[in-house]
Nanobody, 126 residues
């Protein structure tokens, strides 16, 4: 059973940086896709970034080079980080970590993910 726990959410000023972490307990190499999504009130859940277990990365178009997704593994515990730079007020959302073993279709479509964390809140203020 895999379990995801996100940390790192906070309030920051526009133009600042924040690093989110998602600890994936029970990870094995079969979990090919490790992703970050975000969702605000009244909005659909939006794909931010995906890290594939072959080393590839995919980012949402709105990221525009500001965010970096990375993986760290220690024994059976994987951590998926999301380094966010040059944050804007529009980045205010709850950020969720998600994973799945197999995806057929767009990897940033939240409908393809079966396992989710509880979310961590990011607030960007002016």
């Amino acid at each position: 059973q895999v379990r995801l726990v996100e940390t790192g959410g906070a309030e920051v000023q526009a133009g600042g940086s924040l690093k989110l972490a998602c600890v994936v307990s029970g990870y094995n190499f079969n979990w090919r896709y490790l992703a970050w999504f975000r969702q605000g009130p009244g909005k659909e859940r939006e794909g931010v970034a995906v890290s594939w277990n072959n080393g590839a990365k995919t980012y949402g178009s709105f990221v525009k080079g500001r965010f970096i997704i990375s993986q760290e593994i220690d024994n059976a515990e994987m951590t998926v980080n999301l380094q966010m730079n040059n944050l804007a007020t529009e980045d205010t959302d709850i950020y969720y970590c998600a994973t799945n073993k197999r995806i057929e279709g767009w990897v940033l479509d939240q409908r393809h993910y079966t396992t989710w964390g509880q979310g961590t809140r990011v607030t960007v203020s002016t």
